[in-house]
């Protein structure tokens, strides 16, 4: 069948993804860079503050709001790209899904900044479930009318749901919204020539979901690509339990972290 290999491909995909992102993001390096681990350290815990205090911060104009949002984004850029603090420090990405808080409450119609939210929040902090709890809050205040790609941020929170989650129910749902925002986006003749394909593929994986599928094997090859990129442990720490609950355990192989089945 068409979808027999979907679970296959959704892996291959998310593997896709994290190449391409890796590649597209600027490395602007020693946004938290300290002489030394203490100092590094010292960085991550005054970023967070920081973060939190602005996520306090009261709304105000729409201007206001998108300003913080993009000032937000260009941070994350920065706090991405050092790869010398991650290299020498091991500081991970777990400041990630704060940055995209901020950025997605103060200007949910940013749309190109979801995949960048998919990539890093899902994928590198091994944080998936915040990262679909940020796309609930996004899309209430999107509609297919007036952002006629917005039907883009749920097929993002369907793959999460589906390659980290293995909710089967909850990714049927929210591919059968992607399609029906589509399908409305396409009325108002402002929509990429593509989209009632997009529909047209939404709606099949969500009726491949409808029969009682095993996503094991696509949730392991998820979590697979987040071991690969994964720089400290905490991150380690997440992909421990969550291939824990699937059979699985991690190993050191010639001083690399995999994932096998557990020993009977």
């Given at each position: 069948?068409?979808?027999?290999?979907?679970?296959?491909?959704?892996?291959?995909?998310?593997?896709?993804?994290?190449?391409?992102?890796?590649?597209?993001?600027?490395?602007?390096?020693?946004?938290?860079?300290?002489?030394?681990?203490?100092?590094?350290?010292?960085?991550?815990?005054?970023?967070e503050a920081?973060?939190?205090?602005?996520?306090?911060?009261?709304a105000r104009?729409?201007?206001?709001?998108?300003?913080?949002?993009?000032?937000?984004?260009?941070?994350?850029?920065?706090?991405?790209?050092?790869?010398?603090?991650?290299?020498?420090?091991?500081?991970?990405?777990?400041?990630?899904?704060?940055?995209?808080?901020?950025?997605?409450?103060?200007?949910?119609?940013?749309?190109?900044?979801?995949?960048?939210?998919?990539?890093s929040v899902?994928?590198?902090?091994?944080?998936?479930?915040?990262?679909?709890?940020?796309?609930?809050?996004?899309?209430?205040?999107?509609?297919?009318?007036?952002?006629?790609?917005?039907?883009?941020?749920?097929?993002?929170?369907?793959?999460?749901?589906?390659?980290?989650?293995?909710?089967?129910?909850?990714?049927?749902?929210?591919?059968?919204?992607?399609?029906?925002?589509?399908?409305?986006?396409?009325?108002?003749?402002?929509?990429?020539?593509?989209?009632?394909?997009?529909?047209?593929?939404?709606?099949?994986?969500?009726?491949?979901?409808?029969?009682?599928?095993?996503?094991?094997?696509?949730?392991?090859?998820?979590?697979?690509?987040?071991?690969?990129?994964?720089?400290?442990?905490?991150?380690?720490?997440?992909?421990?339990?969550?291939?824990?609950?699937?059979?699985?355990?991690?190993?050191?192989?010639?001083?690399?972290?995999?994932?096998?089945?557990?020993?009977?």
């Amino acid at each position: 069948m068409r979808f027999r290999n979907l679970a296959i491909n959704l892996g291959a995909i998310a593997v896709f993804a994290a190449i391409a992102l890796s590649l597209q993001f600027p490395r602007l390096n020693q946004r938290l860079h300290g002489q030394t681990l203490e100092d590094t350290r010292k960085g991550v815990r005054e970023e967070e503050a920081r973060l939190k205090l602005i996520r306090q911060l009261p709304a105000r104009g729409l201007g206001l709001n998108n300003m913080i949002a993009n000032f937000a984004f260009l941070q994350f850029l920065q706090y991405f790209g050092d790869d010398i603090s991650r290299n020498n420090f091991q500081t991970g990405y777990s400041l990630s899904p704060l940055y995209f808080a901020n950025i997605i409450e103060r200007d949910p119609r940013f749309l190109s900044s979801y995949i960048y939210m998919s990539a890093s929040v899902s994928m590198f902090a091994a944080l998936p479930s915040e990262a679909i709890s940020i796309y609930s809050k996004g899309l209430q205040s999107l509609n297919p009318t007036l952002q006629p790609k917005s039907y883009i941020v749920w097929r993002y929170k369907a793959t999460d749901q589906l390659l980290f989650l293995g909710d089967a129910k909850g990714a049927r749902e929210s591919y059968l919204k992607a399609a029906d925002w589509a399908d409305q986006a396409t009325y108002t003749g402002k929509a990429p020539q593509d989209t009632p394909l997009i529909a047209d593929l939404s709606r099949q994986s969500a009726k491949w979901l409808e029969e009682d599928r095993d996503l094991s094997k696509a949730q392991i090859g998820a979590w697979a690509v987040v071991l690969q990129n994964a720089t400290d442990k905490k991150t380690i720490n997440i992909v421990a339990k969550e291939v824990d609950k699937l059979g699985m355990k991690i190993e050191i192989q010639n001083g690399m972290p995999v994932i096998v089945p557990k020993k009977p």
